[in-house]
């Protein structure tokens, strides 16, 4: 159920978005003895000397750590001090650039989108141009990879681009700062016809910090439309930030309800259990929740949490099943170290009403209680076109979209066309008794 293996190669690229499967939690700042990295620094300090060819013992060092890390598991990884300020910002939904959607069109960057009042924005940067350059180096032939590199940088430092729109030539020099990426990509108000109750949609790509409030402030808007149900479309969110997925679950569930536990190495028993500290402002209103199968980790758990407290119901396809959580470690350095992503903790839903458990006893994805099976193909047209409308809205993120016809045998749109998902959901909420009905269905048998 997976999107084809070039998905990500093939969509339009935000500078600055997290694309990785995680759950993570706040920075610690480790002291590690000397002779720790004894043997490491006498194997480099050899290599780089008597090697028969020059080397990057920097470049080495990185990719040997990350081979050993993928003997633990997929998800811990190190990153170098250069890389380690950019996934901090991705994780967070910041970063120190200027706010442009690019994508490579015959080897050449192009601005598809200017981020309304980033630093591009207020340089006068125009969306649909060709990149030319930066600061002064040709660009054409490059990765993504290098482009965005070349203009991220240090925050209030100046980046000179050449641009080239309509066969006129011009130079922007926007000042470098910090570019928040939302976490939210859609709002919606979805009625389909006149005598039809109107239902909201919610759709968050990642879980970063002020998810929650983002959410809370959408939901009271779209109340304020007379919706009677909401869609929260968790599809391909990967996770993110543990703690806001815990305050999300907050909004719809009462004081003292258990969100998630965790569980470490140290402890063969919950070692932290994260419950609702304040009864959230939204407990009446009926719930959706649409995954498939890149919904992973934080996004899993705010599934399993609403599920298992009757509060919503699952639609779509079985999440990835990723139930681990990574701590964030700040290695010793000057000026600064490198950043050690660990797996740390495992962590377990409420009750599991619908979750899957692997071989090893462990659990698994989450199985829906209304399955939607999406081809391939369908999947992958689907993916692109939140994507797009993604970057879309940063243009105007306060935009409120009214969707008045849903059809999931047409063609893919940004709107909601030609996904079967979405129409399912609708249906199901103008259905209170099958909601309901679901709600109470008996949980899986840890055979299903």
Known sequence: ???????????????????????????????????????????????????????DTDVLLETGLNLMLKELDPYSQYFSPERAQDFEQEVNGTLFGIG????????????????????????????????????????????????SQAIRGPRGTRVLLELEKDDQRQEFSPIR??????????IARIQTAPTEPALGLIRIQQFQPDTSLEVELA????????????????????????????????LFLEEGLTVVSTRNRRDNVDSNVEQVKKTGPFLNVPLV??????????????????????????????SYGKWTVQGLFQLPGRPRGGLLKLTTDSFFPPH???LLYSEKNLP????????IEVPEERQFELSQSWVTRSHERLEDPN????????????????????????????ELLKDPARWNQLLQAPPLSRSE
């Open 219 to 250: 939901i009271s808007r779209l109340l304020e439309q007379d919706i009677q149900g909401i869609i929260i479309d968790l599809r391909d969110n990967p996770g993110g930030i543990l703690s806001e997925a815990v305050d999300f679950c907050s």
């Open 177 to 186: 700062d910090e570019v928040t990426i939302p976490s939210i990509t859609e």
């Open 352 to 354: 599991g009403k619908r």
């Open 100 to 147: 442009i959607v690019l994508r490579i069109v015959e080897e050449d960057p192009m601005i598809l989108h200017v981020v309304k009042n980033g630093p591009a924005d207020q340089a006068g940067v125009i969306r649909d141009s060709r990149l030319l350059s930066v600061d002064g180096a040709p660009c054409s032939g490059w990765t993504m990879s290098q482009v």
């Open 289 to 318: 929740l649409l995954i498939n199968g890149d919904s992973a980790s934080a996004s899993e758990t705010v599934s399993a949490a609403l599920r298992d407290h009757d509060r919503g119901v699952l639609v779509g396809a079985r």
């Open 1 to 55: 159920m997976t999107a084809p293996k070039n998905k990500r190669q093939l969509l339009p690229y935000t500078i600055g978005f997290l694309l990785a499967s995680l759950a993570v939690v706040p920075v610690t700042m480790l002291s590690i003895s000397p002779s720790s990295s004894a043997i490491t620094g006498q194997i480099l300090e050899v290599v780089e000397r008597r090697y028969v060819e020059p080397v």
């Open 399 to 426: 935009t409120l979209t009214l969707v008045t016809d849903l059809d999931p045998l047409a063609e893919v749109n940004n709107m909601g066309q030609g996904d079967a998902t979405l129409s399912a959901a609708v």
């Open 364 to 371: 698994n994805g989450l199985l829906p209680d209304i399955e």
